[in-house]
């Protein structure tokens, strides 16, 4: 299919780390033990439906949402239920696996997609327990069988520091891709967004549009804002491109398979690369002998714009597509601190000189560097966000919670991983990302 249209984004940054991960793949020794967090999916209140000695086969259910029982979420691996982990209030963290030498799939059976229609579709989704990975805007969580999307977005353009590349990830699997974009495009119209000279560009089924500029022009946020705009009372779904290929897989083989290729990067990795690894898969495992033993470093279960602060013995999530670790940064002791002229530190201002330094790339730690202030309504938010809202105002909107500024301005096509960039540039030092996260599900709260 021909692409449709290209935009042209002018508003951005692009965060230069060092640590990239190169296109080549490394094997990694993987150990027995799994686990499944519900937090991975966000909006789903998760009932366990296994309990410790349980035997699971890979497809089988581990939990379901709490309020859409329908909707459930499938084992990576086949073994024994060895533990369900809970936290304050009981709340479910973890459901661990011990997986088998020899892996059992359920058998969901293969089918054709040209010949079904949506709701075959939707169903077989549901029943393979990979529904779940479907998220929705309004409220950026995981959607539900009862919402009609009037669309679909799927983006398959990764542009966040240290990000793993779809691109790279998905070749040789052009069959299953193809096979679980025209399986959404069953549901409703789909929508393709890739960058300037994608090998995907070709995909049927869907509508194909090229997204050029700096990050977050692969937000597929951003790309939902210049293509379908989201009103009140309107639902697009969106679709980890990743997703799609379970959705793929699961047609063409008739099994439940979660592979994923992850992106294992950042300065503090000895060697970066890519590595195939089951969601769940603990990432101790995917990190073995690529940390300096005794080092204070920061693990982080995504990109280090928009990924959740994890630890050794922590799981892959769902929607993660790369593994990064940098430096902690709070055993740092700088002489004469921020006044210092510095060539090692990224700056979006000149305040530094390494603005001189275009290509350099940066070893940036995790430190917030300053304290929490009063918000300056400095254009600073418009910068870097190419959507047309007024970022700034919003986000007072939220912190007053005042719900009709929020719908005035915009507030049903945002989702937290939108207000990243502005949180990195904000000189105020408020975390956006956690201010529109608190935000929006008081929003769905209100509609419920």
Not at 80 to 98: N, Q
Not at 239 to 250: H, I, K
Not at 284 to 297: C, F, Y
């Amino acid at each position: 299919m021909a692409i449709n249209h290209v935009f042209k984004l002018r508003k951005g940054l692009d965060i230069r780390l060092q640590g990239e991960a190169p296109e080549e793949k490394r094997q990694v020794v993987v150990g027995s033990d799994f686990g499944l967090m519900p937090s991975s999916f966000v909006g789903v209140t998760p009932k366990v439906v296994v309990k410790e000695g349980d035997k699971v086969k890979a497809g089988d259910a581990l939990f379901v949402n709490k309020q859409y029982p329908d909707v459930r979420f499938a084992s990576p691996v086949s073994g024994e239920v060895v533990a369900v982990e809970r936290g304050e209030r009981r709340k479910v963290l973890c459901v661990k696996v011990k997986a088998d030498k020899e892996q059992q799939y359920v058998d969901f059976g293969k089918k054709d997609v040209q010949k079904l229609d949506g709701e075959a579709v939707k169903k077989a989704l549901l029943e393979a327990g990979l529904f779940g990975y479907i998220d929705q805007l309004p409220y950026a969580v995981s959607t539900n069988p009862e919402t009609q999307p009037k669309a679909i977005f799927v983006s398959a353009l990764r542009d966040k520091p240290l990000s793993g590349s779809f691109e790279f990830e998905v070749k040789g699997q052009e069959n299953d891709f193809q096979a679980g974009l025209t399986a959404l495009s069953k549901i409703a119209k789909t929508y393709l967004g890739v960058g300037k000279g994608s090998a995907l560009a070709d995909m049927n089924d869907v509508e194909v549009n090229v997204f050029v500029g700096k990050c977050p022009a692969g937000n597929v946020g951003v790309q939902v804002n210049h293509l379908d705009p989201v009103n009140k009372g309107e639902v697009v779904w969106t679709v980890d491109a990743t997703a799609v290929l379970f959705f793929g897989r699961l047609f063409n083989t008739g099994k439940v398979n979660l592979t994923r290729t992850v992106a294992v990067a950042g300065s503090e990795v000895k060697e970066p690369a890519y590595v195939d690894v089951l969601v769940g898969t603990k990432l101790s495992d995917i990190l073995k002998n690529q940390v300096a033993e005794g080092a204070n470093v920061r693990v982080i279960d995504g990109n280090p714009l928009t990924g959740t602060r994890s630890c050794m013995d922590g799981y892959l999530g769902g929607h993660t597509s790369e593994v990064t670790v940098i430096p902690e940064g709070d055993d740092a002791d700088e002489m004469l601190g921020w006044i210092l002229p510095r060539f090692n530190q990224f700056s979006v201002s000149r305040s530094y000189f390494s603005w001189l330094l275009c290509s350099k790339k940066y070893a940036l730690d995790a430190r917030v560097k300053g304290g929490e202030r009063k918000m300056i309504m400095s254009g600073e938010y418009d910068k870097v966000i190419p959507m047309d809202i007024y970022p700034e105002y919003l986000v007072k909107a939220i912190i007053t919670g005042d719900i009709d500024r929020q719908e005035q301005l915009g507030i049903y096509e945002v989702s937290p991983e939108d207000f990243a960039l502005a949180e990195f540039v904000d000189s105020s030092k408020l975390e956006l990302q956690r201010i529109v996260r608190e935000g929006l599900d008081t929003l769905r709260k209100e509609n419920a």
